[in-house]
């Protein structure tokens, strides 16, 4: 019986410490990127802080509730569609029940293998938004085409 003990006990250790591999697990960041947002004033072209956001995203089947922040921040990160449409439409508002400025946000798909436990990632290339409703949204700045990774911003909302 201290046999059967001991046996089981090492192999639930042995199982625990033999399944944390790189290519087990995503860590790295490798994933699909996300659009990233951040706000400005269109007077003055500075640096906006919203006080509260909220973002729906229209995935193919209605708008989804992406971001609901009712804190302060500086920038969002959107998922964009990743089933080969050539657009997204992103809807943007200042309060849960106005969320009303449309941004329709074109571009094209690029599947890359990053590895077996991240699997395939998508990247996409000639980014561009065109603000069809404004209002809060007055005018969206782009500031990059293609979005590869989170760390750069790629388009402003005016607001």
Do not use: W
Request: hydrophobic share 40%; proline share 4%; glycine share 4%.
């Amino acid at each position: 019986m201290k046999v059967l003990k001991i046996f089981l006990i090492s192999l639930f250790l042995f199982s625990v410490f033999s399944c944390g591999s790189d290519d087990d697990i995503c860590l790295s960041g490798e994933a699909t990127p996300r659009m990233k947002l951040k706000f400005k004033t269109k007077a003055t072209g500075k640096l906006k802080t919203m006080d509260s956001i909220f973002v729906n995203v229209d995935y193919g089947s209605g708008p989804v509730s992406v971001i609901a922040a009712k804190t302060k921040t500086d920038s969002v990160f959107i998922p964009l569609r990743v089933d080969d449409a050539l657009f997204t439409r992103i809807y943007v508002g200042l309060s849960k029940a106005a969320v009303t400025s449309e941004v329709k946000v074109n571009c094209t798909t690029k599947s890359e293998y990053v590895s077996p436990a991240c699997g395939i990632k998508k990247n996409y290339e000639n980014v561009s938004a065109v603000l069809e409703v404004p209002n809060p949204v007055l005018e969206v700045e782009q500031n990059q085409t293609q979005i590869t990774d989170e760390s750069k911003t790629h388009f402003f909302l005016l607001f």
